[in-house]
């Protein structure tokens, strides 16, 4: 019997792991990935900017199925990165299943038929076409649309001007005047070197919007015995990932808004504090001190960034720019800065999910609108969303956390959607969808949790809705738990129809037990983290909360 046929929308590091673990769990292969440029990689495709790094541990950025022992730094470059994704696209055979260049503008659910009727646009030609598949994966993420500043006169300056997020390779800074505008994780990468371009004759002026708490931080590089131990002492790759997730957890436990939170958010703060103060200029020292609770934006990791603004030509100001003129920027405190080249540093398109694609479920519900109607995107465990059967959302709402590996999260959806699946491409089950009442429980112990964190304490960061201020990114736990919680499908919680009926699974094994108990005592054994009894106190309410969920491993 001929599989049924997967769409896979979107190439970044989510829609690859989706095409591999189709084969590996499943082995399933009747799949195509639809990607809107003209390679893999996502973020790792269309960042290029000077000195474009990864600010997780390169062994735990990367997939489990798809270990590499011999990375060369701690925290990898972007051309390492990239070629690391394509060396998994070439061993798994993904490239010949991609198209490159389509871009997806609307999927439509067809309840009669039970599949999805999916339009899309060459991105070279123009053209339209319809094709159709019984499940769709949205691998759409976040961080490839760049969000442009709306400032007056743009479009009269006669320099040259990009985003950091596609930048110009062609254009020659050296000896040119440079105003950045923005000072976020890819600013405070690609300033140092910018300036170095620029050169003794050239200057750089970076507007500002708001301080960051600034972690001081190298870029080791591993040793070759290291890289032997990685490669040949069997475990010690896997071990030293666990103990790479443990760190990263720990990290969560700051951002609880208790006494205990608290006490760490302090040593945060002196700590970024005590970095300016031993390393920025004096002028620019209240500029770069945060006003806000450590935590509730991403933190920002440098080496150099804050000597850089020694340089006599290096200047930063808060000031915001409100016009852009033929050859410069001006200030709404009244200030004219000279521009031959104007970068925008100004992030993504973060709340646009999904964008730009239309997707139309049952009894045609819009899912923009239904998200507009609850204030924010929001989904089932962030992958699966009521009245869109077959539908999946990788790098989905409350899905991530501000400091663990988006490779991780996203391999949890990913394992988790393949469980999902099982009845439909395995067991010829013609759809899956999560119930209403199921979803409003997930819902709404989201966002009480999320309550009790920093990421809901006052500031505005690009987790936030910006017009209804819902926290539509962060999952409101350690990532163990979303690991725990995401390992065995709650079968009541969905509707499976086959025969145009709906079916029930099966329940509870003990073997679930022992499994839940097996990888709890992995992650307590492998802690370094000096708090274990909180952590274990964890682990058994995760291991609580995920009793009597049937087993159903791919």
Not at 10 to 17: A, C, K, R
Not at 34 to 49: A, L, Q, V
Not at 86 to 97: G, P, Q, T
Request: proline share 5%; aromatic share 12%; hydrophobic share 35%.
């Amino acid at each position: 019997m001929e599989q049924k046929r997967v769409f896979i929308i979107g190439g970044g590091v989510s829609g690859l792991g989706m095409a591999v673990q189709l084969q590996r769990l499943l082995g399933h292969s009747n799949f195509t990935l639809f990607e809107k440029s003209d390679n893999i990689g996502g973020t790792w495709w269309h960042n290029r900017y000077p000195a474009c790094a990864c600010d997780i541990p390169s062994h735990f950025y990367s997939y489990s199925f798809h270990l590499k022992p011999d990375w060369t730094t701690t925290y990898p470059g972007r051309d390492e990165l990239h070629n690391y994704f394509m060396s998994v696209a070439e061993k798994y055979d993904v490239l010949r299943r991609c198209e490159f260049n389509q871009m997806c503008l609307k999927l439509v659910w067809d309840d009669k038929r039970q599949l999805w009727v999916c339009t899309f646009k060459d991105m070279n030609t123009g053209k339209i076409s319809v094709r159709e598949a019984e499940v769709v994966v949205s691998a759409i993420g976040t961080l490839d649309r760049p969000s442009y500043p709306e400032i007056e006169g743009a479009s009269s300056f006669k320099g040259s001007i990009f985003h950091s997020a596609r930048w110009d390779a062609t254009v020659q800074v050296e000896n040119k005047n440079v105003v950045v505008l923005g000072n976020g994780a890819s600013a405070t990468q690609f300033v140092p070197k910018l300036l170095r371009q620029v050169g003794p004759k050239g200057s750089v002026t970076q507007l500002v919007k708001s301080a960051h708490y600034w972690t001081k931080r190298g870029n080791p590089r591993y040793s070759e015995g290291f890289k032997a131990l990685m490669r040949y002492v069997p475990f010690a790759q896997r071990m030293y990932r666990v103990w790479l997730a443990w760190e990263l957890d720990s990290v969560f436990y700051s951002f609880l808004m208790t006494p205990n939170g608290a006490v760490m958010r302090k040593k945060i703060r002196d700590a970024t504090y005590n970095y300016i103060e031993k390393e920025a200029p004096e002028e620019y020292k209240e500029i770069l001190k945060p006003d806000y609770e450590p935590g509730c934006k991403r933190r920002v990791n440098t080496l150099d960034y804050l000597k850089t603004l020694h340089a006599p030509n290096m200047h930063l100001s808060k000031d915001r720019a409100v016009r852009i003129t033929e050859h410069a920027i001006e200030t709404e405190g009244k200030k004219r800065y000279e521009a031959d080249v104007i970068i925008y540093a100004t992030g993504f398109l973060t709340q646009r999910w999904l964008y730009p694609v239309e997707v139309v479920g049952r009894d045609d519900r819009d899912l923009q609108a239904v998200w507009n109607n609850a204030g924010g995107a929001e989904a089932y465990k962030g992958t699966v969303v009521t009245d869109f059967p077959n539908f999946f959302i990788l790098y989905g709402p409350n899905a991530a956390t501000g400091q663990h590996s988006v490779i991780f999260h996203s391999e949890c959806q990913i394992n988790y959607s393949c469980r999902l699946l099982r009845p439909v491409l395995k067991e010829n089950a013609s759809s899956i969808m999560v119930k209403p009442d199921a979803q409003k429980r997930d819902l709404a112990w989201v966002h009480d949790k999320l309550k009790g964190l920093v990421f809901n304490s006052g500031c505005q960061s690009w987790w936030m809705d910006p017009v209804t201020k819902k926290n539509t990114f962060i999952y409101p736990d350690p990532m163990f738990k979303y690991w725990l919680r995401t390992i065995f499908p709650n079968w009541s919680d969905f509707d499976i129809i086959k025969n145009r009926r709906r079916v029930s699974r099966r329940s509870w094994s003990t073997l679930a037990g022992i499994s839940l108990l097996a990888g709890g005592v992995t992650v307590t054994v492998f802690s370094t983290n000096s708090k274990v009894s909180q952590h274990v106190t964890d682990l058994i309410t995760a291991l609580t909360a995920t009793w009597k969920q049937p087993l159903f491993a791919p």
